[in-house]
């Protein structure tokens, strides 16, 4: 432990993470219900993945994105959920210094990557609507790897940016975070400076991603909309059906972001209700939207079943 300020100070070397119950039966009941929501989610998202990676008839770019989507989504769940139920059983839930900063990295990198993602999401179901005839040329397979690696590079700068100014920061105590999580604004707090204009710099970095996002998916819709008006009943039905499950999607996942980071509610327990529904919720929700509301998605995943039946009764 570094001193600091002429030995006055000490460096924080790990944060106490306070959870979310307060009582034993509280933490076992959390425990089992966190479990299972996250075995769900790791398998919903992995059965999405194989899916329409092994079935012909999904190999388009619309799900091309959905199984990236379904990648990022599992990851993103994957970052917290796992120590939060692991810390259910125990009595110390601490983080060390540099694990809190890697859920801090890894949280936004996901997160950035998703929303751009999801905005590409909604520029292939733009050109698919309103340039249909230009669809195979626009949305090539080149063109949906630059979207995805796209979509990772600017989680990745959108990461580091924050990293930039959270890893110079003295912590010194108190070490307590009030969440299952290490993130950027209940550890600012913590740090041995004025938080106020930090916190600031930070909804601007955050907000700059998640409204431009937020404008640009909101522009696509208006089109999309416009155009499916303007359409046949039949087209216009099937073309409303796909893009309801991208906006309850967006909606889900948009919507805890910009009141955790864009505009800030400072209540615990929202903030606590928010973060588990931006990191579980969410990434369970996504995988039932898109396959409950999909027919494609239903018809390979019972050619997917028939098939295994299949080849399991041979042997």
């Not at 972001?257 to 209700?273: A, L, M």
Request: charged share 10%.
């Amino acid at each position: 432990i570094n001193k600091m300020d002429g030995g006055n100070q000490s460096e924080v070397s790990e944060f106490l993470l306070l959870g979310l119950g307060h009582s034993w039966n509280m933490e076992v009941l959390l425990f089992i219900i966190f479990l299972m929501l996250y075995l769900i989610i790791v398998s919903g998202n992995i059965i999405i993945m194989i899916l329409i990676i092994t079935d012909p008839h999904l190999h388009s770019p619309m799900y091309f994105l959905l199984a990236n989507l379904s990648f990022v989504d599992m990851w993103l769940s994957s970052i917290t959920t796992p120590k939060m139920i692991t810390d259910c059983l125990r009595e110390n839930k601490t983080i060390s210094f540099g694990g809190c900063m890697c859920q801090i990295l890894f949280v936004h990198i996901v997160g950035g990557g998703e929303m751009v993602l999801l905005v590409a999401m909604a520029y292939d179901r733009y050109v698919a609507i309103c340039k249909p005839l230009y669809y195979s040329t626009i949305m090539s397979l080149q063109r949906c790897i630059g979207l995805v690696l796209t979509s990772w590079t600017v989680g990745f700068v959108h990461a580091m940016s924050q990293m930039a100014v959270i890893i110079q920061l003295p912590f010194c105590g108190p070490r307590e975070i009030d969440s299952f999580f290490c993130d950027i604004p209940l550890v600012i707090k913590l740090a041995c400076v004025e938080s106020d204009n930090l916190n600031i710099l930070i909804n601007i970095d955050t907000g700059v991603v998640a409204v431009t996002c937020f404008i640009l998916l909101l522009i696509s819709y208006t089109y999309i909309l416009f155009t499916v008006l303007q359409s046949s009943k039949t087209g216009a039905s099937k073309a409303l059906s796909t893009c309801t499950a991208h906006i309850t999607v967006v909606v889900l996942f948009f919507g805890p972001c910009i009141f955790i980071y864009v505009w800030p509610i400072s209540i615990t327990w929202v903030d606590k209700f928010l973060a588990v529904f931006y990191s579980v919720i969410t990434p369970l929700l996504n995988p039932a939207i898109y396959t409950l509301r999909n027919k494609e998605m239903k018809k390979a995943l019972k050619r997917f079943r028939s098939y295994y039946m299949s080849s399991k009764g041979n042997t």
